[in-house]
């Protein structure tokens, strides 16, 4: 059973930053990838970034460069960075863990774009 445990969200001006955290309760070598989605009200919940147990990073079409990922093995976080906000990325942002056969989900953080 892993447990993720997201923080960090809340309210931003466009153009401002947010850093959101993961704290994962166990980082068994079996994890294969970490990773942060989103799901706006009405859409689909869709990848923002992950990284893979190699250190491999990958986003989503839309980050265009302004979110970074960054996994602290020491710290057993994984962190997002973004950067440059806009109103069109406000949703709930969901921390996960994929292992092979299971996959795990943290309860979400809601950050909302907003002048």
């Known amino acids: 059973q892993v447990q993720l445990v997201e923080s960090g969200g809340g309210l931003v001006q466009p153009g401002g930053s947010l850093r959101l955290s993961c704290a994962v309760s166990v980082y068994a070598s079996r994890i294969y990838t970490l990773g942060w989605y989103r799901q706006a009200p009405g859409k689909e919940r869709e990848l923002v970034a992950s990284?893979?147990?190699?250190?491999?990073?990958n986003y989503g079409d839309f980050v265009k460069g302004r979110f970074n990922i960054f996994k602290y093995n020491s710290k057993r976080t994984v962190d997002l960075q973004m950067n440059s906000l806009e109103i069109e990325h406000t949703a709930v942002y969901y921390c996960?863990?994929?292992?092979?056969?299971?996959?795990?989900w943290g309860q979400g953080t809601q950050v909302t774009v907003s002048s």
């Open positions: 996960n863990a994929y292992l092979p056969l299971e996959e795990y």
């Open positions: 990284v893979d147990s190699h250190g491999n990073n």
